[in-house]
């Protein structure tokens, strides 16, 4: 399971966007025709939404249930004080709702402290398959001990990869390592994946990690590198 986990080298290239350390990402150079960027998960990092904006012309569709400066916002993005999850009601909004009334490609990027599992498995077939391009943080890994939330982890790890493979992936050194069966697991990953039918050329090679363009999370913390054991 966690080697589905592994990236593979695709035809893209990958770019970063977004801040300096934390609130960098890395998603491959393959954003012709998009048609929005959906950001849950927002906080005060919104320069990888601004530079999609500036750069591609990509507005974003952004939901956050904390206060957000507005002056932090790019200048035609869409923001809504919501909570992003698996049903709609008061202050939540599922995912699918969100979804349904987009026609176009889009890149889905996510940091919603752990209710990533739940809200990405909820989706609909026809709403995944809008996604071109998908941008997660991976939460709370040192739970894999716990039989519920493996079993919750690897059926979503199942459905993303029926439809995407992943081409980066990235330790946030802020986590902290946990020992799961002889695998050093780190508590958080940030992960980006891409939709299976964007690769003509798919060579099941594994790509190199850390990439060039990678930086540390958190500055005055070590680097973590992910355990070799993990390719066995």
Sequence with gaps: MLKK?????????????GENN????????????????YSAGVGNLTKFEKDLEEKYS???????????????????????????????????????????????????KMDIEGDEYLTLSSMSDENINK??????????????????????????ISKLSNFFYVCHLHVNNASKITNIDGYDVPDMLEVTLIRKNRVKKFTNKFAPIPHKLDQKTVIKQKEIFLDKNWYL
Excluded: C
Excluded at 5 to 17: C, K, N
Excluded at 23 to 37: V, W
Excluded at 60 to 82: E, I, W
């Design 22 to 37: 934390d609130g960098g990402y890395l998603i491959p150079n393959d954003l012709s025709d998009i048609s929005q960027n």
């Design 5 to 17: 986990l592994l990236p593979y080298t695709t035809e893209f290239d990958l770019i970063r966007l």
């Design 131 to 156: 996604i071109r391009i998908l941008v997660v943080e991976l939460h709370d890994l040192r739970h894999l001990r716990n039989y519920f939330f493996f079993k919750t982890f690897k059926n979503f």
């Design 58 to 108: 990509i507005i974003s569709s952004m939901v956050d249930f904390n206060d957000v400066d507005k002056k932090l916002l790019p200048s035609r993005a869409k923001f809504q004080k919501k909570k992003i999850g698996i049903s709609t009601y008061q202050e939540n909004l599922s995912i699918n709702d969100w979804l349904n009334e987009e026609s176009g490609e889009i890149i889905l």
